[in-house]
């Protein structure tokens, strides 16, 4: 750690009161009406006594004032040890389907059946955790797409937003299409290296103005890479006038998510349960990898304000003293022994 100064030119106006001082001429002394008193004598005295020691100190705190607010302007900071951040440069939207049927209740999460968004959530906030280094975004989608998280290196505020997102919050159905058009909208300004797409579903695309198809192939032209990952379970349990029973759960468009991925140099994914959705974001960490790239960082605390406000106060003081508030002064007037101005 080292102290530095952001500004040090400004230490060149160090003597400017004193030429100040030596090229513009002195106020003229204020004269004004003469008041009787009947004890000058005695407050003369006093006064006489204030003025031959408070002119040393008001130079003295002046002084002081002006060398802190150069100082300040100087801007001191702390430098601290460079720190290594790793930086990968690539541009990560997730989307991630919150229609009805995401409510449905066939992951197996330690034991115990949860719902397939519940899954992602906690699987793909996992995912996030360890993307250090990349700009992440996060799309939501159901009966339109919707940008919830802006690309960012902020990990903690996407995780943030994906827990919070609900069934229903885009509508019950399932607009694929609009969702792979947006991220490409949001990509296509940035670097053309490492644009990559997550898209998460567990059904076909009911809905939206873009047809799936179309939007992959917008996205190759973009140099959009897109995985994605088919949610739910092969069989799920569905209630009827004699009781629960399973049937097989053929919602999924897989070949439709399948030409999606090999359209854009993506790879299609099948996770069936909690565990294969962790395995599915493993792999996606070996296909697309954090760079080992690092930037230096320095650390920088400003003190700028420790002697701008140490200059605040010795301003205050030299105000106060003007106007005499500091300075207790005895004298004694005729008739009243131990009075005080």
């Known amino acids: 750690m080292s102290l530095e100064f952001a500004l040090p030119l400004a230490f060149a106006v160090l003597p400017l009161p004193l030429f100040v001082a030596m090229l513009l001429p002195r106020a003229p002394a204020a004269s004004g009406q003469a008041l009787r008193l009947p004890f000058y004598q005695a407050l003369h005295a006093s006064v006489a006594e204030g003025r031959a020691t408070r002119p040393g100190v008001r130079m003295l705190l002046a002084t002081l004032a002006w060398l802190l607010l150069v100082l300040a302007a100087a801007r001191p900071q702390f430098i601290g040890e460079p720190m290594q951040l790793p930086v990968s440069g690539r541009d990560l939207l997730l989307a991630v389907d919150i229609s009805g049927s995401m409510d449905e209740q066939d992951m197996l999460l330690v034991d115990k059946v949860a719902s397939r968004l519940t899954a992602v959530k906690i699987v793909a906030g ?16 159901g009966d339109q797409a919707y940008l919830q998280t802006p690309l960012t290196f902020d990990r903690k505020t996407t995780n943030i937003q994906l827990r919070e997102a609900a069934i229903g919050l885009a509508g019950k159905r399932t607009a694929i299409g609009d969702a792979i058009g947006l ?25 939206g103005t873009i047809d799936p198809q179309k939007a992959a192939d917008i996205a190759a032209m973009e140099g959009v ?7 739910g379970a092969d069989e799920r349990v569905v209630r009827t006038l004699f009781g629960k029973r399973r049937v097989a759960n053929n919602e999924l468009d897989e070949p439709a998510l399948l030409a999606i991925a090999e359209k854009t140099g993506g790879r299609y994914f099948r996770a069936r349960d909690i565990a294969g959705l962790e395995e599915i974001y493993q792999l996606l960490d070996e296909y697309e990898p954090v760079s080992q790239d690092a930037e230096t960082f320095r650390p ?15 301003t205050v003081l030299l105000a106060l003293g003007a106007t005499g508030l500091l300075v207790k002064r005895r004298y004694s007037v005729p008739g009243q022994e131990g009075s005080r101005a």
């Open 225 to 231: 890479r897109i995985y994605t990952i088919g949610v």
């Open 300 to 314: 920088v605390r400003e003190l700028y304000r420790w002697p701008a406000g140490a200059a605040l106060l010795l």
């Open 126 to 141: 996992n995912f996030i955790e360890r993307r250090e280094g990349d700009r992440l975004g996060l799309i939501l989608f």
């Open 183 to 207: 991220a490409v909208k949001r990509l296509r300004d940035q670097s053309q290296e490492n644009r990559v797409l997550i898209l998460l579903t567990d059904g076909a695309n009911t809905a």
